[in-house]
């Protein structure tokens, strides 16, 4: 089961970098937007950015593309399971359209309406929290159990093949034309989300 310990180790890595993605974006709400009486378009709207591009994270993970439909061919007996994954997925997915629907281009003018912004963001970031903690704690010990050896092989490949393809078609490694494509313009597929929040 080495195979299966490198690429359970090797989603696990990708797990945590989304997890500090999303606990940054928690410690810029309570230690700076919640502490104020009024928010700016640009500090709302850098939230909404943070969201979106935390959800294309969460959703372009290596778990979803490879580790769940592995799971799914092995058994029926973690359905229950992945439909408490996709409504916690949901949840996040409500709590960012409302934060959009809401809030996005608009300045926050008065404290409680800065409180209830702060909240449709925290629970953003709670549902994809314990959407993670999930996966690991019942997702990875089922993986082990149901998907074969030969199974696992196929997913640390098809990991390999993936990686190699996203270190291939970065734009530091395209030629000038393709460089000089704007990000926004690929497809959704390959902006897999770099979240870095500082603010």
């Not at 009024?38 to 993970?61: K, N």
Request: contains cysteine; glycine residues 4%.
């Amino acid at each position: 089961m080495l195979t299966a310990t490198y690429t359970l180790v090797a989603l696990s890595v990708e797990q945590a970098s989304v997890r500090m993605g999303l606990q940054s974006l928690q410690k810029v709400l309570t230690n700076n937007f919640s502490q104020q009486r009024a928010l700016t378009p640009g500090q709302v709207d850098f939230a909404c950015s943070a969201l979106r591009r935390l959800y294309d994270a969460c959703h372009w993970r290596k778990i979803e593309k490879f580790l769940i439909p592995a799971i799914l061919r092995a058994t029926r007996d973690a359905d229950e399971l992945l439909h408490e994954l996709e409504r916690l997925n949901s949840a996040a997915a409500e709590a960012m359209s409302e934060v959009a629907e809401r809030f996005a281009g608009l300045s926050i003018d008065s404290a409680d309406r800065v409180t209830e912004f702060c909240a449709s963001v925290d629970t953003f970031c709670n549902a994809l929290l314990q959407r993670l903690a999930r996966e690991e704690q019942e997702l990875f010990p089922v993986a082990r159990t149901v998907i074969s050896g030969e199974a696992w092989f196929s997913i640390a490949n098809l990991m390999l093949v993936h990686e190699a393809y996203v270190q291939e078609t970065r734009p530091g490694r395209l030629g000038p034309a393709k460089a000089a494509v704007p990000a926004d313009s690929r497809p959704a597929g390959q902006r897999a989300a770099r979240v870095t929040l500082t603010h």
